[in-house]
């Protein structure tokens, strides 16, 4: 078959490599000048890395992109390493996220501290993620972790990654984290950009087409299959994947059938945005890479230190620093300036470290994304549209989908495959 993927991120690129290992005929849109989507970097004057727009790392349990590294040959680019988590807030300071940090975090009753270790142990042992998605994430570690230790440990991860969603947050999602993650965080030689450079080589060596530059305005639906155009050019395919977000699908194919449009409308995300920053010395000199932020104690959830998990001698010596935020599009900070965000936020940094001098930072850069983070409420599961659309030859594979896990490239490795065993079977006559 012919197809055509509109999306050159780890979904499309995936679905792109099996497909061409399948026989059939593979052409790539991508509508940024690079492959990588959400995952994809830049790369400043002097560095010899790329560096993720917005933060990234996998784990030892990242099964499906680690078998895709050494499929193509890529597996020297990957490495893992220990890394520090902490979680701050003003009272308390930043505090290590071990189990030993755990047991003695003063600010708990012990009792408090015990359940909510078990609660973590028991969630980590239970595979009925299908039970889980029935209760929200604050109901039942509310019952298993207490409410002290929820309000104090869960609730402003909640808050922060949420926002106004986050008492409809499923308790699969909570498992999922738990299920999928490890201590130990991967990276790749040359930074994630590197890696879908190598994938998207890969894809082009073994026949397929690659578009950069050629975001898709518009499909056709004709006699068994579909026109795509781009950039005033116009292709014919059998097949069609759309590998992005909802929003992207509804505008390309507008005549899709209520009952699935409907159910593309029910799917809820939360966006992000994203301040990195080079330094001129170290901002978290704990060597803490993850600093969760407790929501209101910085103007922003999460403080990463990339350049303590990655050395800087690859950023030309610089300290790199992620300051982000899950927040829903009608927020401020989507409308602001880059410039007035920027400002905003270098100013809270004294609060993570007392020393801090605004002569230290070097540069800024910001990004806004909209499709950052599914929201996953009760019974997800029964309202996810199917990959396959109900217009033939036309499919679906988005973030959304990698449901019950929550979103990670290793996902979206996982995604593309199912998409294009999907595709593939979908070429099959009896
Ligand atoms: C803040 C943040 C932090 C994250 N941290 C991590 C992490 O630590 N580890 C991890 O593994 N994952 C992380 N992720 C998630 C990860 O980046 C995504 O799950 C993954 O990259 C999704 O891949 P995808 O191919 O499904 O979608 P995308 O990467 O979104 O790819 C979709 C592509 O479609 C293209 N496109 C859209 N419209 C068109 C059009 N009309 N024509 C042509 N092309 C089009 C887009 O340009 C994009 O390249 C993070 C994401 C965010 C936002």
Redesign the pocket.
Known sequence: MKIGI???????LTAAYDLLKAGHQVTV????PQ??????GFKAPGWDWSLER?????FTT?ADIIALAKAIGAEDLLFFNQQNTAFFCPEHGAHAVTTLGILRYPHLPFLDRIRFGVSGLQLKLRNDWQRLERITAEQHMTRWAGKRAYQELWQPLFDGKFGPYASQVNAAWIWARGKSRSFKLGYFKGGFQAFADALAAYVSKIGGSLKLN????RLEQIDGGWRVFTNGVEDQFDRVIV???PG?LMK?APELPAEYTDKLKLLKSIG?V?MVATLKQPLLTNGVYWLNITKGALPFLALVEHTNMIPARHYGGDRVIYC?DYLPTDHRYFTMSDEDVTNEWLASLKTANPNFDPSWVKQTWLFR?A???PIVPLNHSRNLPSLRTPLDGLFF???NHVYPWD??????VE?GHRVAREVASSGVTA
Request: aromatic share 12%; glycine share 16%; no cysteine.
């Open positions: 509109i999306g050159g991120g780890f979904a499309g849109f991508e509508a940024a492959v990588g989507g959400l995952a994809s917005f933060y990234h790392h996998i990242d050629a975001p898709v305005q590998a992005s977000a992207v390309l992000a994203v982000g994304e499709y950052a983070q594979a988005s973030m979103r990670g490239t290793n996902f979206a995604l």
